[in-house]
């Protein structure tokens, strides 16, 4: 896995192994992140698409939601209708 690519990180190498009794093992991974942070991320979470980032993307996805939903308020459209 070292050395993979993804679309917002890069895996640099085995960071550790964590052994679960009787539920098998978990191995960490230190990666950076295309902002330039490093952080360690469990490989089955960065495998099946759970860690996609150290965070940042989540941050820019939630800003770029709010100002969508921002714009549309300020042109009238209701976008949160609740009862």
């Known amino acids: ?4 690519e993804y679309p917002h990180l890069t895996v640099l190498r ?7 009794k009787g539920h098998g093992t978990h191995v ?6 295309e902002c ?7 490989g089955d979470n960065i495998r099946y698409g759970k860690t ?3 965070g940042c993307y989540r941050s820019q996805r939630l ?4 100002a969508e ?4 308020k300020q042109e009238g459209e209701d976008t949160n209708e609740r009862r």
Request: glycine share 8%; hydrophobic share 25%; aromatic share 14%.
């Open 52 to 54: 996609q980032s150290c």
């Open 28 to 33: 960490f991974w230190l990666c950076r992140c």
């Open 1 to 4: 896995m070292s050395g993979q």
């Open 14 to 20: 085995k960071y550790g192994v964590y052994k679960r």
């Open 36 to 42: 330039g942070t490093e952080f360690v991320a469990r």
């Open 63 to 66: 800003k770029e939601m709010h």
């Open 69 to 72: 939903r921002r714009r549309k």
